[in-house]
């Protein structure tokens, strides 16, 4: 008799709760607004950009789809399968037709941050920090470098900084020097702007010495194709002139001419262009 009860008791508690689950899932289907229930779609809705994974809006068959934020399989630079991208579209340009978009990918020297945006800017720091700073460094304690690239891509202009004992700013162009220039001129903070000389390789034909010369007449000419009309030729003699002597005949392209007032003029020299 005391089974038969027990049994009894755990099938009415059974039913009971079935009961409740069943009246509490009536309530929520009947309480869900209706519309909300006719957006259910049956179907997933195809993606129409081809992205991996995409956030935007419309698609919706009145409106068509306009990509805000994507992840792509590939990357704009480098189109290859495997080297994925994170794309961010913007729908709010300050100047209409200019497409502000950007991404951050591949190419296939490394990482990018591509833009057709002609300007790209770092809002760093505050006052409480005294401005923001853009710091560039190796990993595992190698310096760092930061290039500015011309437009055919083979040349670049480098703030260097990976050597602790020789801190660089260099140009690796062949023939065009590395021009630094300021609207109200230059100024060096040391005594010495330039402390340990300038480095100017002889095939640049714009420096050299002259010694033991023939000079004609008080006069000797220094052939060079890197001289210009406008160049500033600067003479330091290195043996004691018979004459007074200056720089009398420029050629464009070919030479320059000194002259001395002794007909007999033996003067060894230094020379260097400017400009």
Avoid: C
């Amino acid at each position: 008799m005391f089974r038969i009860t027990n049994s009894a008791r755990w099938l009415a508690f059974a039913v009971s709760m079935l009961a409740l689950i069943l009246a509490a899932w009536a309530l929520a289907i009947a309480t869900q607004p209706d519309d909300v229930q006719a957006e259910l779609p049956v179907d997933p809705t195809p993606n129409p950009t081809g992205a991996m994974w995409t956030l935007g809006t419309g698609g919706d068959g009145e409106n068509p789809y306009a990509e805000w934020v994507a992840v792509y399989p590939t990357s704009s630079l480098w189109d290859i399968l495997g080297a994925p991208s994170l794309r961010f579209i913007d729908h709010a340009p300050a100047v209409p037709g200019q497409d502000r978009s950007f991404e951050i990918g591949f190419y296939k020297y490394g990482p990018t941050w591509h833009t057709r945006n002609p300007i790209v800017e770092f809002w760093l720091g505050g006052p409480e920090s005294g401005g923001g700073s853009l710091s560039v460094i190796g990993n595992d304690k190698t310096g760092g470098m930061l290039e500015v690239r011309n437009p055919e891509d083979t040349e670049h202009i480098a703030l260097d900084y990976r050597d602790p004992d020789r801190p660089t700013l260099r140009g690796t162009h062949p023939t065009n020097p590395l021009r630094i220039t300021s609207q109200n001129g230059i100024v060096s903070e040391n005594q010495h702007t330039f402390e340990e000389g300038i480095a100017i390789p002889p095939e640049s034909e714009r420096a050299g010495q002259v010694r033991e010369a023939a000079w004609q007449d008080g006069a000797l000419t220094v052939r060079t194709g890197a001289i210009g009309a406008d160049s500033l030729v600067i003479v330091t003699p290195l043996s004691e002139p018979r004459g007074r002597w200056w720089v009398d005949q420029i050629e464009p392209g070919a030479s320059f001419t000194v002259r001395s007032t002794a007909p007999d003029e033996d003067m060894a020299f230094n020379w260097l262009l400017i400009n």
